[in-house]
């Protein structure tokens, strides 16, 4: 089992028991869900948006531990960043999640999350929560999928 | 059920198979089998191909490739012998007598598909009822639907009382593919019966396991696939009554279905042919009429008796982890055993199980709404088949002891 280790660190683990920014915020500025059709996991964010920055962020949902630790760990990345920044983000972590590729250092602990390269049908647990705020963000109003 | 006493270790217990030489046939155990044995539980699936299937899917393609029911020349019409005494044996299998004919189709989907829309063109009206039950896969609810939409018909779906004589057509799932439940179809369709209603069992879960006897169930169309049952993709079967087929219009049209052509308008060739537009999926027929070849020879009352113990065993040993939770207790059940794990995602437990060899399903099985009603997004699957004993199960439970412990 040791090679899964790289999939599932210890980083993920912990986020998978212990998710950050979980719950729902009462006064968001954005709302979305997300759904991966061919696994059932579901997820919403609410966001409040000052200006043009992430003021705060919450995320509810059921799915695997990929796609919980993505969502909650995606959550304390993006919460103080502006709207332009986290689309800079998304694209480097999609990056990251098909490739490998770290780029030059701007993930930061998103990072943690390069092991899903290696197994092409995680990707999808890996993106759902981005492609949810991306939904959110740019204001459309549907329900995000990955596939 | 075999009568063995609870907890009994596996070793004292007897299997009806001879495993070891069952597998011995299905060269995937041997060529996958390199770290770890390899444990498949996901026949629900899909099943392994026996040596003797793909031998004749060879033979075809070796000795007499040519097109069917056409070819003025020897190979042709060896490859039209075969194929036509590949659907004489794959309808023996099932029971097909006199009343009803047999048709190859890509597969279930593709027989259900081509009775909701030929048969539902010329019978549903508004105000008629199709009834359904909740824990249809989707292949056998998506098509009715589509087909109620366009003659203004409704869904129903199985209550106390909801026969009447508004319900045109009963459409259900012999075998869940989730919880293994067997349903009673022949109380089904002699409900259906009273009402005047027409049947259609879907008997992908349930044709490969257990005996079938189509004339015993009396209903007028049944559909399975051959992928589930030892032998190829791409070809399944309708059996259906030859008086409804006979009135029915063609679900496909191009050659091979028509006896004449003009410019301008056509006429039909005889059931089933009528049904079999285009060059069909002929070496998969015939690798079909292998499977069938192969299952009779072990006996499927020998193959049930085999699961059932198999599957017995499995929820014995499932039950004992405080930290599973099993789907379906209905008491007439086959090899099919949904389950969760506490702190476990199905997804993750997959992923896990897959490092130790071991092959399960984890998702809705094809089946949402029967998933939304247990409240839960996804299960971990494990069905079984002729190649499965009880290691297979002490791997399970071993491995899934061990993914608890990778995850906490």
């Known amino acids: 089992m040791d090679d899964l280790r790289e999939l599932y660190q210890e980083v993920i683990l912990d986020h998978n028991q212990n998710p950050q920014n979980f719950g729902r915020l009462e006064a968001a500025t954005h709302s979305g869900d997300g759904y991966n059709p061919l696994c059932g996991d579901r997820l919403s964010l ?13 995320f509810s949902g059921s799915g695997c531990a990929i796609s919980k630790a993505s969502a909650s760990i995606m959550t304390t990345v993006v919460k103080g960043k502006t709207v332009v920044e986290t689309e800079s983000l998304f694209d480097a972590f999609h990056k990251l999640v098909t490739t490998g590729d770290a780029g030059d250092g701007e993930l930061g602990k998103l990072a943690v999350m390069a092991g899903v390269h290696k197994y092409p049908v995680r990707v999808k647990c890996a993106t759902l929560a981005w492609h949810t705020l991306k939904n959110c963000l740019s204001g459309k109003n549907e329900v995000a999928k990955t596939e | 059920m075999t009568e063995t006493a609870t907890l009994e270790p596996p070793a004292a217990r007897t299997l009806p198979l001879d495993v070891e030489s069952t597998r011995n046939d299905f060269p995937i155990f041997r060529n996958r089998s390199v770290e770890n044995p390899f444990t498949y539980l996901d026949n629900a699936a899909t099943s392994q191909t026996p040596r003797q299937v793909v031998d004749a899917v060879e033979a075809y393609y070796t000795q007499y ?11 042709g019409e060896e490859a039209t012998e075969a194929y036509e005494s590949a659907r004489e044996r794959v309808g023996s299998f099932i029971g097909a007598g006199d009343s009803h004919a047999v ?11 081509l009775v909701a829309y030929a048969w539902g063109r010329l019978n549903l009206r508004e105000g008629d009822e199709i009834l359904l039950t909740e824990m249809e896969h989707h292949s056998n609810l998506v098509p009715w639907q589509l ?10 779906f199985i209550v106390e009382a909801c026969f009447s004589e508004k319900t045109r057509i009963v459409s259900v799932i012999h075998q869940s593919n989730v919880f293994g439940t067997i349903n009673n179809v022949h109380k089904i369709t002699s409900l259906a019966k009273s009402v005047g209603a027409v049947t259609l069992i879907d008997a992908a879960q349930s044709v490969p396991h257990l005996h079938t006897d189509v004339s015993a169930l009396d209903c007028d169309f049944l559909a399975f696939s051959g992928h589930k049952m030892l032998g190829p993709t791409g070809v399944g079967m309708l059996c259906g009554r030859t008086e409804l087929l006979d009135q029915m219009e063609p679900f496909l049209a191009g ?6 052509v003009s410019l301008d308008s056509s006429t039909w060739n005889d059931v089933p042919w009528k049904f079999e537009a285009g060059t069909p999926n002929i070496a998969q027929a015939i690798g079909l009429g292998a499977a069938v070849d192969y299952l009779s020879h072990l006996g499927m009352e020998t193959i049930h008796r085999h699961e059932a113990a198999v599957t017995e065993y499995a929820l014995e040993k499932l039950e004992e982890m405080p930290e599973v939770t099993i789907y379906g207790s209905a ?5 099919v055993v949904a389950f969760n794990v506490d702190g476990v995602h199905p997804h993750d437990l997959s992923q896990l199980l897959d490092r130790d060899g071991i092959a399960v399903r984890a998702g809705h099985h094809c089946a949402q709404p029967i998933m939304d009603k247990l409240n839960v997004s996804a299960t971990a699957r494990a069905s079984f088949y002729l190649y ?15 993914s608890l412990e990778f995850m906490s």
């Not at chain 2, 087909?147 to 129903?156: D, F, K």
């Open chain 1, 46 to 58: 609410t966001l409040d948006v000052r200006g043009d920055s992430v003021n705060d962020i919450r």
């Open chain 2, 65 to 75: 490739n040519a097109n069917v029911h056409r070819s003025i020349y020897a190979a």
């Open chain 2, 103 to 113: 048709v190859f189709t890509r597969g279930t989907t593709e027989a259900i598909n």
């Open chain 2, 147 to 156: 087909t109620a939409q366009q003659a203004g018909a409704s869904l129903r």
């Open chain 2, 255 to 260: 050659g091979e279905m028509i006896r004449t």
């Open chain 2, 331 to 335: 008491p007439e059940r086959g090899g």
């Open chain 2, 388 to 402: 499965n004993d009880f290691d297979d199960v002490d791997r399970l439970t071993e491995s899934i002891a061990s």
